[in-house]
């Protein structure tokens, strides 16, 4: 019989802590913190592959779970020597999910779980905190019925306002017992109002309810949408984590906090963190209350009055920095720890490995191989590729003016501008119409995931450093500015104040995640520095990696930006970008357009001196790195006039009516584009475009090489290629091309002719068109296009279903389609490198900034990946990092 339950404590662990697949993070972190001898509450797992069969079954749980559960409980009962559901001395849990990957906020977790109206009255009697009994209580009500019975969360929150204006309290800490035993009976009756039955009184009914809806959540729209954002697969499930319950709001020596090893936004190796004294978990990650600073130097940096923990509980602090030392020594990482305290006893409640920004993560990881902790290769390994896009983009001018509003808690650096929304759905619908949006919250909750990933960042009035509107910001690289109390925010009326201030939707505001500051209106940005750690760690990336790193750029500046974050040459240079221009689209047109092959010549001439202007440029900046060149690959309807002035002007530098242009032009049209005269076809049907194209190369390669000394090297790539007869054409031409220039010039350049692959049939004979080609660089756009007989342009409408229905594990122009795509390339390279053992094969699709895509490239052989400019440095650490994981 398959076993779905794990106990650990009280000296038992029947999981490990190196099985987070089964146990998940959370399980397995809480049966290695009990193994080493940390002070865990015992407690029990219910693994992944339960939650896997809940599925499968319908959402139902087999008998002998239940008895697994059984037996579960009675080793939390041996220990604690409490019993569950007894009136006298009860025994409380919490439930708890617990992914293989840590995905905060997203899944669903119940406290207290245990109490009813009988075992309220033991625990306030074997406790001597009647208060403290009743507020548990309230709280179980409250969190059951938001995350089991489904009910309407805001119900319970305006009771407990009410509750606290009718006794003039302002804190929930103000509460008396009485008070908090009469809001009890306020949410029995909300309970019964909106669910038609009573609160359950059962405890195992409660227990069951608390597990399925903790399996359940893992299929919630919000942990759908998280898993989407991180390539988390869906088949991977949840764990359940049963633990004895330990409180933090027992009164003046009680608290509970969340803490760091290390400073999470910039790596310094400090204490990190929040606690509040006599309060639950959820008060500090929920940002229901602003929490105190964990030390005392954090708490006089920020200047605040609160004592921090380490004032107010020495004891307590000094133990828990002991374990701060154990944790990230064991576990050999900054770990992101909650704890609780019991009257004066320490009790760890989770660690896992903290998440943190670009800047903290490359700190930590350079400081970590530093210190010996770890391997320089490890250093390496640990570093998000992906999280670098954080460090690539500008950030605040510190000489530029600032309107500031108001200030809160530095959450997650970076700074951003946008107009002001104030939920998640408008923010989604703005940034899809390509605004920059400022998500404005009183307190995020994970229903607004899909705003916080839309928005360029998040402003909250309540919360702290751990809250999670922080947690989830970093996550994802965006600025927040959390626990900003002073904004007084009405999302009815779309405003928030401040002072004498009023800031409507709609209106700008720039928040700096690094300071904390909140501003009106745009403020000048700079650029990154790139040095430090940042370039300690890529110099040991580029130590490690095999493939090489190019760059996808035509411009002069986009060049220049992808050296300076080591490109090292460029992947693909798309001429048809270059036609663009307002002073070229005219003569463009006049090619096209053009019945002739001497009306084509003529706009033909007209391109010439500008192309090799454009080759000049190129060569110049990347001197002799080689550069790769498509020739011209135009869905011609892009080029093609539309207005009545457009013709008017092509008419014009024609000498052509402009009749017959609109003729021509309909004699152009295409049904389907895309797959219509473009690519080589054009060389083929018109060689003078190619033979143009070429001479502008050759031409600008002899005259850099003459004046600077440095020969670029032109690798010229013929788009669209399905057959060998097609690349022998086009190379007939740019060979006799290049003679032609070399003759005229008195020099020779060494330049390579090849094929972007990126048609099936290209893919399955390219071992015959290795006869001809010297490189492939596969276009992995086309070729996932072609392939999968989907258009990317339209894909969006529908893709997001297949990768939440498992169809997809990732959007396929995302991240390569491994089992499809991939086939073919790894048939176009075995077969290509028959022909040709020293061919030079890349690839200069989307993909080769995709950090599982340069994966799947190290495996498959190739010789170097191509990126956008601003995804180079992401390219070089996942290059690295898989050439260390196909080392083993």
Same mark, same amino acid.
């Given at each position: 019989? /398959? ?64 008895? +697994? ?25 919490? =439930? ?56 309407? $969360? ?52 409660? %227990? ?29 499930? /949840? ?12 009164? +003046?020596?009680?608290? /509970? ?40 130097? @954090? ?25 701060? &030392?154990?944790?990230?020594? $064991? ?39 530093? +210190? ?57 619908? $703005? ?55 002073? %904004?007084?925010?009405? @999302? ?36 990154? #520095? ?37 490109? #090292? ?17 005219? &003569? ?48 011609? $309807? ?49 060689? #003078? ?16 090489? &003459? ?13 669209? =290629? ?21 003759? #005229? ?6 330049? %390579? ?10 893919? %399955? ?53 491994? +089992? ?14 028959? /022909? ?23 495996? &498959? ?28």
């Amino acid at each position: 019989m /398959t076993q779905y339950v794990y106990r650990f404590g009280g000296g038992v662990s029947d999981g490990g802590q190196g099985d987070k697949n089964l146990l998940g993070g959370k399980g397995a972190n809480l049966d290695g913190m009990a193994s080493i001898g940390l002070p865990v509450p015992p407690g029990f797992t219910i693994s992944t592959a339960m939650c896997t069969r809940y599925y499968e079954d319908g959402q139902h749980f087999p008998d002998s779970l239940r008895a +697994e559960v059984a037996a579960g409980l009675t080793h939390i009962e041996g220990i604690t020597g409490k019993r569950f559901g007894d009136a006298a001395d009860p025994l409380l849990v919490s =439930v708890r999910s617990g992914a293989r990957v840590s995905m905060p906020g997203m899944m669903d977790t119940v406290l207290n779980l245990g109490l009813n109206d009988r075992t309220v009255e033991g625990l306030a009697a074997v406790s001597g905190d009647a208060r403290f009994a009743w507020d548990s209580y309230r709280r179980f009500i409250q969190m059951y019925s938001d995350v089991v019975l489904e009910l309407d $969360h805001g119900a319970f929150e305006e009771a407990l306002e009410v509750a606290k204006e009718d006794k003039g309290h302002f804190l929930d800490t103000d509460m008396t017992a009485d008070d908090w035993q009469a809001l009890v009976a306020s949410y029995k009756k909300i309970v019964e109002q909106q669910w038609g039955k009573p609160f359950p009184q059962d405890v195992n009914d409660q %227990l069951w309810g608390a597990i399925g809806a903790v399996f359940g959540s893992w299929q919630s729209e919000r942990a759908k949408v998280y898993r989407r954002l991180n390539g988390i697969p869906g088949d991977w499930g /949840t764990a359940v984590n049963v633990q004895a319950m330990v409180f933090g709001n027992m009164g +003046e020596t009680s608290a /509970t906090g969340v803490a760091f090893t290390r400073d999470p936004a910039t790596g310094e190796r400090a204490y990190y963190g929040e606690f509040l004294i006599n309060a639950q978990g959820e008060d500090v990650v929920a940002g229901i209350r602003t929490p105190q600073y964990l030390t005392l130097a @954090a708490r006089e940096r920020a200047g605040a009055k609160a004592a921090s923990m380490e004032e107010a509980m020495p004891e307590t602090f000094a133990e828990l920095a002991g374990v701060f &030392a154990l944790l990230e020594d $064991h576990y050999r990482d900054m770990q992101d720890i909650e704890f609780t305290v019991e009257r004066g006893k320490l009790w760890m409640l989770q660690t896992r490995n903290g998440k943190r920004t670009a800047a903290a993560a490359l700190k930590i990881a350079v400081d970590m191989a530093n +210190e010996g902790l770890i391997s320089r290769d490890e250093a390496v390994a640990r570093v998000d590729p992906a999280a670098l896009d954080q460090l690539l983009h500008p950030t605040l001018d510190p000489a530029a003016p600032r309107d500031v509003l108001t200030s809160g808690l530095p959450a997650s650096p970076g700074a951003a501008s946008g107009t002001v929304v104030f939920d998640a759905d408008t923010a989604e619908k $703005h940034a899809a119409q390509g605004e920059a949006v400022i998500l404005v919250r009183v307190e995020t909750s994970p229903e607004d995931i899909h705003g916080m990933h839309a928005a360029k960042g998040i402003l909250t009035a309540r919360g702290g450093m751990t809250s999670h509107a922080a947690v989830v910001a970093r996550g994802m690289g965006r600025p927040c500015v959390s626990g900003a109390g002073t %904004l007084a925010i009405d @999302a009815k009326a779309r405003l928030f104040r401040v002072g004498e201030r009023t800031i409507r939707e709609g209106e700008t505001i720039t928040i700096d995640g690094a300071s904390g500051e909140v501003m009106a209106g745009e403020v000048a940005t700079v650029q990154p #520095e790139l040095a430090g750690d940042f370039g300690t760690l890529m110099a040991w990336a580029d130590g490690a990696r095999r493939l090489k790193v190019r760059t996808n750029a035509e411009t002069p500046h986009d060049c220049r930006t992808a050296r300076d974050f080591g490109a #090292e040459g460029v992947g693909l240079c798309r001429t048809e970008h270059m036609f663009f221009d307002a002073g070229r689209i005219t &003569a463009v047109r006049q090619m096209i357009l053009a019945d002739s092959e001497q009306g084509r010549r003529a706009a033909l001439d007209k391109l010439l001196p500008e192309q090799r202007a454009d080759f000049t440029e190129i060569f110049e900046v990347m001197t002799s790195l080689p550069v790769t060149i498509r020739l011209l690959d135009p869905p011609l $309807h892009e080029f093609l006039p539309h207005e009545e002035a457009e013709f008017a002007e092509v008419a014009e530098a024609a000498s052509v009516a402009v009749d017959a242009l609109k003729r021509r032009a309909a004699e152009l049209h295409e049904v389907n584009p895309m797959l219509g005269h473009r690519g080589c076809r054009l060389g083929v049907t018109y060689p #003078e475009i190619y033979e143009m194209q070429a001479r502008a190369i050759f031409e600008a390669a002899c005259d850099v090489a &003459a004046r600077t000394g440095n020969a670029p090297i032109p690798e010229v790539m013929v788009p669209l =290629v399905a057959t060998r007869r097609e690349l022998d054409l086009m190379k007939g031409i740019i060979d006799d091309t290049a003679k032609a220039v070399f003759v #005229e010039k008195g020099r020779e350049i060494a330049y %390579l002719v090849g094929t972007m692959i990126e048609l099936p049939r290209a893919a %399955l004979k390219a071992g015959e068109i290795a006869e001809v080609g010297q490189f492939f660089s596969f276009g992995t756009n086309d070729l996932t296009q072609t392939t999968l007989g989907v258009s990317r342009d339209d894909a969006g409408r529908f893709l997001t279903s297949y990768v939440d229905k498992g169809i997809f594990a990732r959007d396929p122009f995302v991240s390569i389609d491994t +089992e499809g795509v991939g086939e073919l390339i790894r048939i176009a390279v075995e077969r290509g490198r028959a /022909t040709r053992p020293d061919i030079k094969l890349g690839i200069c699709g989307e993909h080769g900034g995709d950090p599982a895509s340069i994966a799947f490239c190290e495996g &498959a052989g190739l010789d170097y990946v191509s990126a956008s400019p601003y995804r180079v440095p992401i390219a070089r650490l996942a290059a690295a990092q898989a050439a260390l994981k196909s080392r083993g």
